[in-house]
């Protein structure tokens, strides 16, 4: 396999109020790679609809299709494993070096999957709750918002731990350089200030580390241009940066409009 792929690699995604995250995982990641790729964006009111349900029968997205290996994945913890293993695995001396986001070494590629696993399931279903509970289930039940923003708590001071004990010069999850295992936490804790309803600031207090981490990662041009497809997607659908329809001006307003949808369904 080349290192770039000739054809386009297709990205299905769907554009999303709180928080909407796992599409541009993806993004951030082909971009870093510098891969061919294509954005098909679609209305979230079709996201269980044909002919998205052709690609993923689950109808979440992301989900790609790369014709150059004629294979179509949704997952996308799925996704990373197969655009690292293919593209950047260095088995050829093309375009992109092989395992600049990667390691070769066994151990280090278990530990990368370890983390990538981690966010799949430790960090994204229960940021998504977290943000469904807050701002977009009908009625407010505090219990549910108080357990997944303290399950966030936690998994932000779980990282903290291990990043704290890196060397001062390489605070990476794993082996001293950034890897896609890193990368794949960049979009949830990207909208942590309106999942937690805090100022940027509060959002990090006790996890300094990790802000610093974060923060390295969205000053990095693939990140930069992955949110400039974002907000020119946003803009042609109709939407605010945040996910709000344009012409409504705060998020409680948005939820009383879902709150009076759901309510006459
Ligand atoms: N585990 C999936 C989660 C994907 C997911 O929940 N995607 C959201 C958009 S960020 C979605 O498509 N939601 C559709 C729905 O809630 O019906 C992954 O990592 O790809």
Redesign the pocket.
């Known amino acids: 396999m080349a290192s770039n792929p000739p054809k386009p690699i297709r990205v299905w995604l769907?554009l999303?109020a709180a928080?909407?995250?796992?599409?541009w995982k993806v993004v951030f990641l082909l971009e870093e790679l510098g891969l061919n790729y294509e954005v098909k964006s679609f209305k979230?009111d079709d996201?269980?609809k044909k002919p998205f349900t052709d690609v993923n029968p689950n109808?979440?997205?992301?989900a790609i299709e790369d014709p150059n290996t004629d294979l179509t994945l949704?997952?996308?913890?799925a996704?990373f494993q197969y655009l690292i293993e293919t593209y950047d695995s260095g088995r050829d001396s093309g375009a992109v070096p092989g395992h600049r986001l990667s390691y070769v070494r066994f151990r280090e590629r278990q530990l990368c999957n370890q983390w990538l696993h981690f966010q799949?399931s430790g960090q994204?279903?229960y940021y998504?709750q977290c943000g469904w509970f807050t701002h977009l289930h009908p009625e407010k039940y505090q219990p549910a918002i108080d357990r997944y923003a303290n399950e966030i708590r936690r998994v932000l001071g779980v990282l903290e731990g291990v990043l704290a004990e890196r060397p001062a010069d390489a605070q990476w999850l794993v082996g001293g350089k950034m890897t896609f295992a890193d990368m794949a936490f960049v979009p949830y804790n990207f909208r942590l200030s309106e999942i937690l309803q805090q100022p940027w600031d509060e959002v990090w207090e006790g996890v300094p580390h990790v802000r610093a981490w974060h923060e390295r990662m969205v000053a990095l041009p693939s990140w930069k241009r992955s949110m400039a497809i974002r907000a020119r997607l946003m803009d042609e659908q109709g939407l605010q940066w945040n996910g709000v329809p344009k012409g409504i001006e705060t998020f409680t307003e948005y939820e009383q409009q879902i709150a009076a949808k759901d309510k006459k369904a």
């Open positions: 769907t999303f928080p909407g995250p796992n599409p979230f996201v269980k109808g979440r997205t992301p949704w997952e996308s913890g996704i799949t994204g279903p998504g």
